[in-house]
């Protein structure tokens, strides 16, 4: 898996990567630098018409690349990848780990830093496989096929290993993103990318022992891809375009089962209706993409104050709606207060300045006059108002 600016926002600027990241960035740049001189330095001779095989397959992989959640993107690519770590030399590995991610680029535009870990990440992770497999192969001192084998694939071991370890902690440097929140190192996160390394295995045998026969072992790659998609436009089809978070067709489905779930247990539950103060100045004053960056700004700050249990969404047009389950009226008013307070000490930044973004919060809480979703949207809107009022 490679990273990605794709969020809410859209491209973000060089100045939103954190320091942090910006010198982890320059650690596995300079690292993937002095494992690729090192690799040269072993006279190899290039198998170029793998190189070119190779190259072809991965690019394409990388035209159907998929976003996926955690400001990550998923492709096929790994896959030949892991087979160039195994037929290559260094030389030709690092040329392929660059042209790899060039279509997905081309296609994106992503700040250079993004781009620039993706290929540093697996250059690095690519030179750690084919060392994993020259020293595998020399410590056996038996070049037999099961010994080559069992080294191939603890090469394709190494590669998801490096792989995700460097993207689990540049996600959480730049993106605050932590680990369990990646999926990287859930079961369906591990598994995938096996089955991509052991799909590029194959690949190398296929090459280095009977090259017709690649096309088929290459072939479960694109169902892979395809399979991939369907998560992906199951959760579009729940999200809000421009913030992210739930619509209210995917927010209703889930809160029924919160509200049923707080009745049949009797739990607290609370909801906050939350609406932008004067949007429509904003648009007027700042422009259309202003009022996107306000949606944005408000959509973060929901975020950073809910829990990954609590359901939220864009209600339509410059409302919001949080439902927090296990939650009295004190601490949905203490989320409120939260969001309220990131918005004010956090300005939207704009070439004129910028400005601040005004919300206006109503909270109400399950009771019996509250006991559906609908009882306790028009109890907020109502105390949404009140708040405008004040």
Known sequence: MTTTAYSARGAETDAALAAPARSFLVQVTAA????????????QSSHWAFFFVLAAGAMVAQLGATHIRGNQVFHTGLAFTVAGALVLP???????????HLPDWLRHRYPWYIQTFNIANYALSALV?????????????????????????AAAGAFVAVNHLLLARMLRLARGHERGATGLFGLDGILIDA????????????????????????FPLVLIQRASIIPVL???????????????????????????????????LALILADVDDLRVINNRHGH????????????AIRAATRDYDLCARFGGDEFVILL??????????????????????PVATRDGGFRV?????????????????????????????????
Not at 137 to 153: F, Y
Not at 234 to 262: C, I, P, V, W, Y
Not at 368 to 384: K, N, Q, V
Request: hydrophobic share 55%.
């Open 32 to 43: 993937a630098a002095a494992a690729a001189a090192a690799g040269a330095a072993h006279s």
């Open 90 to 100: 260094p030389r030709a590995l690092i040329l392929l780990c660059l042209v790899q």
């Open 129 to 153: 496989a084919w060392a994993t497999y020259a020293v595998a192969v020399a410590i056996a001192d038996d070049p037999s096929p099961p010994v080559r084998m069992a080294a191939a694939l």
């Open 195 to 218: 089955t991509l390394a052991a799909i590029g295995v194959g690949l190398a045998v296929a090459l280095d022992e009977y090259p017709a026969a690649v096309a088929a072992i290459a």
């Open 234 to 268: 199951q959760a579009q089809a729940t999200r809000d375009a421009k913030t992210g978070l739930l619509n209210m067709h995917g927010f209703r489905e889930a809160a029924s089962a919160e509200l049923a779930r707080a009745a049949r247990f009797d739990r607290p």
């Open 289 to 300: 993409l202003a009022g996107d960056a306000a949606l944005a700004a408000v959509s973060d």
């Open 325 to 346: 389950p296990e939650t009295d009226a004190a601490d949905a008013d203490s989320v409120a207060g939260r969001i309220t307070a990131q918005l004010t000490e956090q």
């Open 358 to 390: 005004d919300l206006s919060c109503g909270v109400a809480t399950r009771s019996a006059g509250t006991s559906t979703l609908d009882d306790l949207l028009r109890a907020a809107d109502g105390a949404m108002y009140a708040a405008k009022r004040d």
